[in-house]
């Protein structure tokens, strides 16, 4: 169970272009250390377990980057597939039609919240 605590400030998400941002995360969720990718639109969030539903890679091609060049998808530096940044689907890859792992959070007070 995600118990609710701080995360990050939300400006510890930079924006980049087209009001998209990322970031890497390093969690403790239930005494266990979990990397996490951080995706930004606008204030909203969405937080993801960094591993590739395919084989479990890290995500990231470079450390902290996760989106496309468009910065209108995640990209798994490992096989090219592409995830929808609201819902974590794979679109189009080796996992087509699974998902990233989430990690549930709420945007409040310009912060980020697990839970």
């Known amino acids: 169970m995600v118990k609710a605590k701080p995360v990050c ?9 087209g ?3 990322e970031a890497a995360l390093e ?3 239930d005494n266990k250390k979990v990397f ?12 993801y377990k960094n591993s590739c539903p395919h084989i479990g ?5 470079n450390p902290g980057r996760f989106l496309n ?13 592409l995830f929808e940044i609201a819902n974590g689907n794979c679109i189009y890859g080796p996992c087509e039609g699974k998902n990233l792992e989430t990690i549930p959070c709420r945007v409040e007070g310009g912060q980020v919240w697990l839970g």
């Open 27 to 29: 969690l403790k969720i």
């Open 9 to 17: 400030a939300l400006d510890d998400i930079p924006l980049l272009d």
């Open 19 to 21: 009001n998209v941002g």
């Open 69 to 81: 060049p468009d910065n209108t998808h995640i990209l798994c530096a490992t096989h090219g597939a």
């Open 36 to 47: 996490v990718l951080a995706i930004r639109q606008g204030d909203d969030v969405f937080l």
């Open 57 to 61: 890679t890290p995500l990231d091609f």
